[in-house]
């Protein structure tokens, strides 16, 4: 079972920076979409970027602009950089490999949590 493994998380001022990143324990990136999804605290999960095979990404509105995803595809690696970054970010923010015919949709890291102060 391929294991996804968040880091990068922490307690930021409003206005900072951060960049998550995701190992997965296969090299499966080249082959899967990946999503970074966040659950503020009390609320659903919800879906904040993703990034397919070819590197095309897209983003939930209310990150548009502020995150940006990429891959690096040698290192088994994706990232999630946010700047600008508001106190409505703050939230466990996870990745996932989005519904694959091989791979399911059922697979998730553990999360890293985001704060971020006003």
């Known amino acids: 079972q391929v294991q996804l493994v968040e880091s990068g998380g922490g307690l930021v001022q409003a206005g900072g920076s951060l960049r998550l990143s995701c190992t997965a324990s296969e090299n499966i990136f080249e082959i899967v979409t990946v999503g970074w999804y966040r659950q503020p605290p009390g609320k659903q999960r919800e879906l904040v970027a993703t990034?397919?095979?070819?590197?095309?990404?897209d983003y939930a509105d209310s990150v548009k602009g502020r995150f940006t995803a990429s891959r690096d595809n040698a290192k088994n690696m994706v990232f999630l950089r946010m700047i600008s970054l508001k106190p409505e970010d703050t939230a466990v923010y996870y990745c996932?490999?989005?519904?694959?015919?091989?791979?399911?949709?059922?697979?998730w890291g553990q999360g890293t949590q985001v704060t971020v102060s006003s």
């Open positions: 996932h490999v989005e519904n694959h015919w091989y791979y399911g949709a059922n697979i």
């Open positions: 990034i397919n095979v070819g590197g095309i990404t």
